[in-house]
């Protein structure tokens, strides 16, 4: 598997597709040119709950610099989709996001593999974002029009603008933001639905294997579980079935990271082998193939992973290359984003394994490491703190801080 | 390991077709503080001392014009913001050191002006015009925007200053925008004449900190976003796709956006040819540092090239309308074939001249969130 994974890193896209070709002729099966699969004439490709949480996140994401329209309550609501006492609510602008009965929450640290039978860690990771939209409202907001300094929330230049800061020189709409990516987004993809703990659940090899379709629609249970997977990242492609046209620019989570990821030479690959193995896997599943769909898993499983973990020390450089140029604003809007991918990290998977790449304990002492050089957070960190902590994570994988730092 | 040797690759095919290689005079041996002396006793110090001066009359002017707002007093303030606008241009690219700090260029000319949040701080009152969000309600933009823009014609202007409401909220703000572009030029001038000057000129060396680096630097920078892009390019449409007429400098005193660029282009050149500031000497420069280590570009003398190339693009700007924004809706292509004449200097000196004198470039372009 580890060999598999490091081949289709080194190889260039072209040669990848012939990996497909030599899959096609030891498992005989049809492969399509892009991700469109049809059963009677009609496609069984389904990932609407995704796109909506997609969207739900974007509008979260907005509201929360929105300083003259936006509440606490609302922020919860958004995040929820219901109120305090469970009732309905409509707090987007979206009608379809109000039609809805999903929501962000329930799918946050909510995969089977990691959290289903560790639902008060879950609790704790749906919480840390409850208390970062409370304090956006009720620690930013009211010092929005002062300027920030150590122990002070409020307002920090950042080139031609200004970001708003909590005490520590965090931002919390860009932890929210990033966060997401790994609790909702890769925890869901990888630890859920790739996973044959959900694939395989009750009868869905036998009725995958005879053709029988879920009650209501054209597709097989299993066929939806990884299209569900695959939505988590192309939900709000441009062309979901030849999403690597638009990657980057379909949405602000891991759609856009694995666009600018894989703009980098080291990574180039990644994009495309992840749009390739999605697609492999779920031909794979058509024919039966279940061990080509499962080293499929493991290959979006590993380069997902790589994306999150290239992202956050890429951020812990840009913010110490800020702080020696005396961008203060810049390095600390760098390292609050460069925060949520760190945080996200505790939803990896190492491919073949059921554990991330950094769990929950380490996660937490890196931030606490990141906040704790003094008691101002940001303010105090030091440059030697910020390439400890990256060295501490690029190690985990198989990318040099320099690599990730270069794109 | 295979990154580094190809950037050993890279870094050496360069260097041997941009200068005459490794046999050829050593870019250390050039003396170095020869000139920033040169820069900042008579180009930099000479350009802020001059901005202040400016500044000083401008806010002097508005007090007045708040006393007593005829419309002759308009005019005579319309003047010096005009005098003080073109004298900005001489200052606008140092920004070093206090000037950095305080975020001077940013708080002196962010253009479009947010005349929605200067309406609002006029009727509310209590702003703060420190803070990142309110940079782009003051400096010159706005003074454009106050002096020029309020109304349709002299009689509608004066109105707000005269007959309005609140027409000693419109005085107010007159004043607090001109005294803070006063307080803020004599600030960065007196860091450099009480200490900062002696800092930069010893800081002589080589490397990413010293100061010839750093100054080359943020020259380099200001010449790409604010000369090419912010003058030019963005309103052409060139980051857009689709053209931006409100976005040009000046925009509501119809007819002095190309006076700036002019005043800007010339100051960029200058600067490079270490031409004396107000005055027809001249001092160690790129330029001469680039003759003294014989740099070529395709057979042609480097310095000599980006001199010629300022010269190209001035030309190529002399057929645009005095007001850009007017250019842009009338004829585009013009502004368009003035960027890429100032494009063309870009590679110039981002590339061959940075190799030539072994400078990094420091700065990136932001991710954009």
Known sequence: MNLSKLLLFALPPTLLFSCDIIDNNADDFEVPPTYEFTRNGESTVSFSGQTTRIKMGDELFLAMSDFNNTTEELLLQMYRNQADDGTDVDPFSDPGLNASDKSIKSKVAASRDYFSTNVSLSAEIKNDFETWLSGQVNDVFPNRNQLAEPGVAGQIADGSGERYINAQGLEYDQMVNKSLIGALMADQMLNNYLSPAVLDEGTNREDNDAGVTVEGSNYTNMEHKWDEAYGYIYGTSEDPANPNSTIGNDDRFLNKYTGQVSEGEDFASLAEAISEAFKLGRAAIVAGKYDVRDEQAAIIQGAVSTIIAVRGVYYLQAGKRQIEAGETGSAFHSISEGFGFIYSLQFTRVPGTDQPYLAHSEVKQILNDLLGDGENGLWDVELSTLDALAEQIASQFDFTVEQAASI | ?369
Request: hydrophobic fraction near 35%; glycine fraction near 6%.
């Open chain 2, 1 to 369: 390991m295979k990154k580094s040797a190809f950037v050993l690759l890279v870094s050496f095919t360069l260097w041997s077709c941009t200068s005459d290689g490794p046999s050829g005079p050593d870019a250390d041996d050039f003396d170095r503080e020869a000139i920033l002396i040169n820069w900042a006793d008579h180009i930099i110090i000479p350009s802020f001392t001059s901005f202040a001066e400016s500044s000083a009359q401008l806010q002097s002017d508005a007090f007045t014009f708040a006393e007593s707002p005829t419309l002759q007093n308009l005019e005579t303030l319309r003047n010096s913001w005009q005098s003080a606008y073109l004298a900005f241009q001489h200052v606008s690219m140092f920004e070093m050191g206090k000037a950095m700090g305080l975020r001077f260029r940013d708080n002196l000319n962010i253009y479009p002006t947010d005349t929605g949040e200067i309406n609002e701080n006029i009727q509310e009152g209590n702003y703060n015009l420190e803070l990142p969000s309110q940079s782009n309600s003051q400096g010159f933009p706005a003074l454009d925007y106050l002096l020029n823009g309020l109304g349709e014609n002299d009689t509608e202007i004066l109105a707000f200053y005269t007959t309005s409401d609140n027409s000693d909220a419109y005085h107010t703000y007159l004043a607090d925008l001109t005294s803070r572009i006063h307080s803020l030029s004599n600030e960065v001038l007196t860091d450099w004449t009480s200490g900062y000057r002696d800092e930069f000129v010893s800081n002589s060396g080589n490397g990413a900190n010293s100061s010839l680096d750093m100054m080359v630097n943020d020259y380099i920078y200001y010449y790409e976003k604010h000369l090419r892009a912010g003058k030019i390019g963005i309103p052409a449409g060139v980051f857009s796709g689709s053209p931006l007429s409100s976005h040009v400098e000046a925009l509501y005193s119809k007819g002095f956006s190309k006076a700036l660029f002019n005043e800007a282009l010339d100051a960029s050149q200058n600067f490079f040819n270490g031409t004396h500031f107000e005055s027809d000497g001249s001092g160690e420069s790129l330029g001469s540092y680039l003759d003294f280590l014989n740099t070529m570009k395709e057979g042609a003398d480097l310095a000599t090239l980006i001199d010629n190339q300022f010269d190209a693009a001035r030309e190529k700007a002399e057929l645009l309308n005095d007001d850009f924004s007017a250019q842009v809706e009338s004829d585009n292509s013009l502004m368009l074939s003035t960027y890429d004449e100032l494009q063309r200097n870009v590679v110039n000196l981002k590339v061959d001249m940075l190799q030539a004198l072994n400078i990094n470039v420091d700065y990136v372009d932001a991710d954009g969130d």
